[in-house]
Antibody, heavy 118, light 108 residues
Framework: EVQLVESGGGLVQPGGSLRLSCAAS????????MHWVRQAPGKGLVWVSR????????SYADSVKGRFTISRDNAKNTLYLQMNSLRAEDTAVYYC???????????WGQGTLVTVSS | EIVMTQSPATLSVSPGERATLSCRASQFVSTNLAWYQQKPGQAPRLLIYGASTRATGIPVRFSGSGSGTEFTLTINSLQSEDFAVYYC??????????FGQGTKVEIK
């Protein structure tokens, strides 16, 4: 079964850090671009970051550039998102998604909630 | 950045009727457009890619059309499980990959 499972979310104070993980199974992880997408409470989907199959090409949304770092470990079939200098506006459910190249996102993980609050 | 605009924001439809959702791109995206369905508390699910190709397991009552900047998702004979929020997304020009703001299909 093709599956993505996120973990690592939680409550963090403004200015704090958190690392999210996304464990993949059921497909050839290293062949897929991987993305992080977030959704603030009651809002729509917003793309955050993307990494290609071997980790050599990375992109970020302007809103997180310089604060978030995406990475992957193909030996562990796991995607990561290191989030530093967190702000209240980073509060959201974070989803990981797989893409066959520059394509649509499928599958998606179930999401992990990040709450930034004092 | 390509801005995706969906209309209407909310669509009230009776079960068994047809729903027509629109998505407009601010720039040409060819047929590099996907549609996703999201139910409360769940992750998005891919419905359509390439503007008109149904994803694996998606019922035939879901159909997509359009190219360039104008796209449509049609849901024929709405079932109870179809009431959800639908998002379009372009993957032609990136980064960033951009989504529409969503259309909520609710029971009339």
């Amino acid at each position: 079964e093709v599956q993505l499972v996120e973990s690592g979310g939680g409550l963090v104070q403004p200015g704090g850090s958190l690392r999210l993980s996304c464990a993949a199974s059921g497909f050839t992880f290293s062949s897929y671009w991987m993305h992080w997408v977030r959704q603030a409470p009651g809002k729509g989907l917003v793309w955050v970051s993307r990494i290609n199959g071997d980790g050599s090409s990375i992109s970020y949304a302007d809103s997180v550039k310089g604060r978030f770092t995406i990475s992957r470990d193909n030996a562990k079939n796991t995607l990561y998102l290191q989030m530093n200098s967190l702000r209240a506006e980073d509060t959201a459910v974070y989803y990981c998604g797989a893409a066959a190249g520059r394509n649509w996102f499928d599958p998606w993980g179930q999401g992990t909630l990040v709450t930034v609050s004092s | 950045e390509i801005v995706m605009t969906q209309s209407p924001a909310t669509l009230s439809v009776s079960p068994g009727e047809r729903a027509t959702l629109s998505c407009r791109a601010s720039q040409f995206v060819s047929t590099n457009l996907a549609w996703y369905q999201q139910k409360p508390g769940q992750a998005p699910r891919l419905l359509i890619y390439g503007a008109s190709t149904r994803a694996t397991g998606i019922p035939v009552r879901f159909s997509g059309s359009g190219s360039g900047t104008e796209f449509t998702l049609t849901i024929n004979s709405l079932q109870s499980e179809d009431f959800a929020v639908y998002y379009c997304q372009q993957y032609n020009n990136w980064p960033p990959w951009t989504f529409g703001q969503g259309t909520k299909v609710e029971i009339k």
